[in-house]
């Protein structure tokens, strides 16, 4: 790279910063209003500084419950998780070394999955689950979203077990091991990279998943993301100031989980690209 | 690997997928042609006041002896999907079928929610595209400019919009665009009085920011790590020909990133096809709807599971038409032997 001339560097670092700002605006601002009064979080002109308060977030962890939503959307996504890793694991191994067309093609309908609306599934999940009895548990949400996680986490796991050389298990085989102890006491040892990125967005897809959580759960078996479509026709303030709350609320989590795994998020995202 | 183990392997996957994304799948196809309602009878109810006896005639559903309603079912044929079409129009002039008319509930105006929901995903995904590769292609450049220990940082930040909870950020950008909001009040400092949520218009262009404000991140860190293998002997020479900035950008950068740029593009699309949270957050469907709120909205307001499969069935075809460049570059890559 040559010399960079000084206007290129100004409008250089001038967009990052700019992008920054855009970047994280939204979530600061909510972050900001949601320690004040509605009054002082919505007000024209805008309020700079206001009083603090922790008020909205006493009101909707205690007294609206949202723990309970916490605690059911933890139960979700760590069962929503553990299961699609396991399914997904031994699926995607096999896929990764399976020679036969049947490979292809299972991983040709997968990709016709992962491009599905999921609003497509309600009408028939409803009539299924209402037929059952079965809606409102969290039985079905998860093994909901362990399917409907399953295309994209076998398509994953896959790239990531077709880089570890085949002659690692045939000499284990060789060994005298069936196929599923060489899976289990060699392949995965060396796989926990892979799965942990896998997971983390496996984790992702469940946690903010909006559309299937709000319309296959109610009342006290709600996740958080259902509990908050309360606030967005929310009429009065309090109510409203909850929603602002809870939006923080949820976020938290996902703050926390990009400081501590940005390298394995970053990788997952380019691993499917580079590898085409 | 035997094909016995391969299919002992996959199998509890394959049961999963097969029995709530295959099975629900086809099952919208049989509920889409179907109509459920439920049996009404008139009783008379006979009520004693103290002022004598009133007779009131009442309609009410049929029940078994469980006590539950008793729905009597019947095929419709293509009726809700000329209604979700908005081809309905002619069924209520004379000579319009009659036959299955009977059976659906009147009262739904015919206008073609269908293509409407259809052309805003269109718009939303087609306007989207370009700023979202451009936008993520600069802030690759750029950082790739920046020093190392910026970097970390930069991109951490910048995932946020990315990995947020959709409905979550949707609410954060409604907020921050109220009336009375931190946007409406530093627009009109400078003098621009827009109402954001009011207007056909500026709500389609809110929901189009959100998807940009969403993705640009994605193209980014795929775009950043595209241009970590750019053949730098390629650049070398490039420089020693004498070429300047922007010819190397434009003839050895670009070509070499073209595939991710595919690969983003791609995967934009079926993203973008499913737009449903800043739809469902920033209009509740009054200006626009997308294609996927159109099915969650019938089968939640107006409660018609038969409608919401007829919908769901066109929005299929749609993303099927969609996906088809998709599933060639796959195939064809995938018999390369990747």
Known sequence: MGKRPLSLSILLYGGLVFWLVIASLPVVWTAIISFRQYLDAFSSPVKWVAPFTMENYTRLWIEKEFYRNFLNTALVTVFTVTISLTVGCLAAYALSRYRGSLGFWLLMVALMFRAIPHSSLLPSFFTLFDALGIRNTYFTLIFVLVAINQPFTIWMLRSFFINIPNELDEAALVDGCTRFQAFRRVIIPVMWPG??????????????????????????????????????????????????????????????????FQKQIVGGLTQGAVKG | MKTKSFLQFVGPSVAMMLLLLAAPLLLTFYLSVRNCAMEMEMVKIEESTPFGKKETLTQRAKLDAAGKAIQSCSFVGLDYYRKVLGLDAEAAQPGGPPEAAGT???????????????????????????????????????????????????????????????????????????????????????????????????????????????????????????????????????????????????????????????????????????????????????FTTSVQYLTYHILLQESNPYKASAAAVLTLIGIVVLLIPLLVKTYREQKRGV
């Open chain 1, 195 to 260: 799965v942990i990125t896998t997971g983390l967005f496996s984790f992702l897809l469940a946690y903010n998943d909006f559309l299937l959580s709000s319309a296959l759960t109610s009342g006290d078996k709600m996740t958080m993301t259902a509990a908050i479509a309360n606030s967005i026709s929310a009429e009065s303030e309090t109510l409203l100031m909850q929603g602002v709350a809870g939006a923080v609320s949820i976020t938290i989590p996902l703050i926390i989980l990009v400081v501590i």
């Open chain 2, 104 to 286: 659906i509930a009147k009262g739904d105006k015919a206008d073609n929610e269908f293509l409407g929901a259809l052309r805003f995903t269109m718009i939303y995904t087609f306007v989207t595209l370009p700023f979202v590769l451009g936008i993520g292609f600069l802030l690759a450049l750029g950082v790739n400019g920046v020093s190392q220990n910026l970097k970390g940082a930069f991109i951490s930040a910048s995932l946020l919009p990315f990995i947020i909870t959709p409905v979550v950020a949707a609410l954060s950008i409604k907020w921050l665009f109220r009336d009375d909001g931190l946007v409406p009040y530093l627009l009109s400092q400078v003098g621009v009085q827009v109402f954001w949520m009011a207007q056909a218009w500026s709500a389609r262009l809110l929901i189009i920011l959100y998807g940009i404000w969403h993705v640009v991140p994605f193209a980014f860190i795929v775009l950043y790590a595209g241009l970590q293998s750019v053949p730098q002997d390629a650049l070398e020479a490039a420089t020693i020909d004498g070429a300047s900035r922007w010819q190397k950008l434009r003839y050895v950068t670009l070509p070499h990133l073209m595939p991710l740029i595919v690969f983003i593009t791609l995967i934009h699309l079926m993203d973008a096809y499913r737009v449903f949270e800043p739809v469902m957050v920033l209009t509740q469907g009054a």
